[in-house]
């Protein structure tokens, strides 16, 4: 009788265990994730967490938080991971990226310049978005003059009233912006950077980040970031892959 009162507890105290919930946290950011009500409910790697997951057997509960005080959170033990992290000298990763960053310059449609080159920018002002962190050629370039702007949508109002004449922006999301703020803008070729984004844990969670982690490997070979890229960018992870390069 005291083994099986004794294996009661060890299965339920394994359930429990197994069927906790996983709770992430990020921001918006289109076509990744995206939020109603401070819950993110949609969007690339939102619906690949929520299908690796799934195959585990675990739920997660994914809010939207700003940036910094989400990592914060994360370090603290409030939230397991913080989504589309691409700084893993904070905290840890797999080896499979769910989303990818590229960046460019942008200036407006009628601007006399097409093409990107280090050299162009020497000496030139450039808006970029406070708080985001510039990694690879980007953050070593000592060349441009930088100018800070709170966010996007300031960046973008600043080169449409002739205060900025280039702007750093996430390719993704750089049209959608300039519709917003009202103002017709291009991309200088070509990308100038492409950082892979990953679903970051904290140190202590080696084991469910390696389940996900070999999860997100069948999910690649049977098809299934394809299909869910394909939903929202109309090209598949295999063509986004090769066309940005993740891996720069």
């Not at 401070?38 to 690796?52: L, P, R, V």
């Not at 904070?90 to 460019?104: D, E, R, S, W, Y």
């Not at 310059?105 to 310049?113: A, W």
């Not at 003059?145 to 999301?173: C, N, P, Q, S």
């Amino acid at each position: 009788m005291k083994k099986i009162v004794l294996l009661v507890i060890v299965m339920t105290f394994t359930f429990h265990i197994y069927a906790q919930e996983i709770k992430i946290c990020g921001i918006d950011w289109l076509p990744f994730s995206m939020s109603e009500n401070n819950t993110i409910t949609k969007g690339i790697s939102h619906d690949i967490y929520q299908e690796a997951f799934r195959r585990l057997g675990r739920k997660i509960v994914f809010h939207k938080i700003p940036w910094p005080r989400c990592i914060d959170y994360v370090q603290e033990g409030k939230y397991m991971a913080i989504s589309e992290c691409y700084q893993p000298d904070i905290l840890i990763n797999g080896k499979h990226p769910t989303g990818v960053f590229p960046q460019a310059v942008f200036v407006r449609e009628d601007f006399p310049e097409n093409n990107f080159s280090w050299e162009l920018m020497k000496g030139k002002k450039i808006g970029m978005v406070r708080g985001y962190v510039f990694l690879g050629k980007i953050g070593k370039f000592k060349g441009w003059i930088k100018d800070y702007a709170v966010d996007e949508i300031m960046m973008t109002r600043k080169l449409k009233m002739g205060r900025y004449d280039y702007i750093l922006h996430d390719v993704f999301a750089a049209q959608r912006v300039a519709d917003k703020v009202g103002v017709k803008i291009k991309m200088l070729e070509p990308i100038i950077q492409t950082y892979p984004t990953y679903l970051c844990f904290r140190a202590s969670q080696t084991e469910i980040l390696t389940q996900y982690d070999n999860t997100l490997g069948l999910m690649i070979s049977d098809g299934t970031f394809d299909t869910i890229y394909k939903k929202y960018l109309n090209k598949s992870y295999t063509e986004i892959k090769q066309m940005l390069n993740f891996y720069q």
